[in-house]
Structure formats: C-alpha cells, structure tokens
C-alpha cells in the first residue's frame, strides 16, 4: 500500500513557474514508476510527465520543454518543475505511482493559470 499526498498549487499568473510535490508512504517508493496526471473540468484525466524506477522520462508534448520531472528516492518524493505556465495548463494534478498490478493515487492539487 503506498500513500501519496500531493502539494505545491496555487494560483499563477501565465508565464510563471510552479513546482508540485508528491510525497509518498507506506511502501519501498523506489521500485515504483511515477506520473503525473491532470484534469480540466469537463475533460478526460490525461498523463502529462512519467518517471520510471529507472529514471528514464517521458512527457506529453503539450508539456515537452516546459515542464520537468524528477524524483528523489531518499525523500520518497516525486516534483514536477512547471515554467512558462500557459491558461490551458489549469486542471487539478494528480500523482500515480504503479508497477504492474499496483497502482495508486494521491488526492489533486489544483492548478490555476490565470491573469
């Protein structure tokens, strides 16, 4: 069982940079990769940053460039560095962490780009 519990939204103005946390309990964090999913209201939940067990990034490309992913193993914590923070990036932001048959959620935090 792992529980994860996600910080770091707010209100930003476009342009601006953001960094979101997840920190992770209850279970080896290491062996598990991690995402970053978000959701708009009226629209599907949608992965926007992955980081394996091993490191390896991926990002969707309406993020690519301007958002970062990373984890610190030690801290059982996973970040998303967002820059150049565009309207259409408001959505609330969810943490996964999953290997094979595992998988779990932390509870959003919501994300509002807005002059």
């Known amino acids: 069982q792992v529980q994860l519990v996600e910080s770091g939204g707010g209100l930003v103005q476009p342009g601006g940079s953001l960094r979101l946390s997840c920190a992770a309990s209850?279970?080896?964090?290491?062996?598990?990769?991690m995402d970053w999913y978000r959701q708009a209201p009226g629209k599907q939940r949608d992965l926007v940053a992955r980081?394996?067990?091993?490191?390896?990034?991926y990002y969707s490309d309406s993020v690519k460039g301007r958002f970062t992913i990373s984890r610190d193993n030690a801290k059982n914590t996973v970040y998303l560095q967002m820059n150049s923070l565009k309207p259409e990036d408001t959505a609330v932001y969810y943490c996964?962490?999953?290997?094979?048959?595992?998988?779990?959620w932390g509870q959003g935090t919501q994300v509002t780009v807005s002059s």
């Open positions: 980081i394996t067990n091993g490191g390896t990034t």
């Open positions: 209850g279970s080896i964090f290491s062996i598990y990769a």
């Open positions: 996964n962490a999953h290997r094979g048959q595992l998988d779990y």
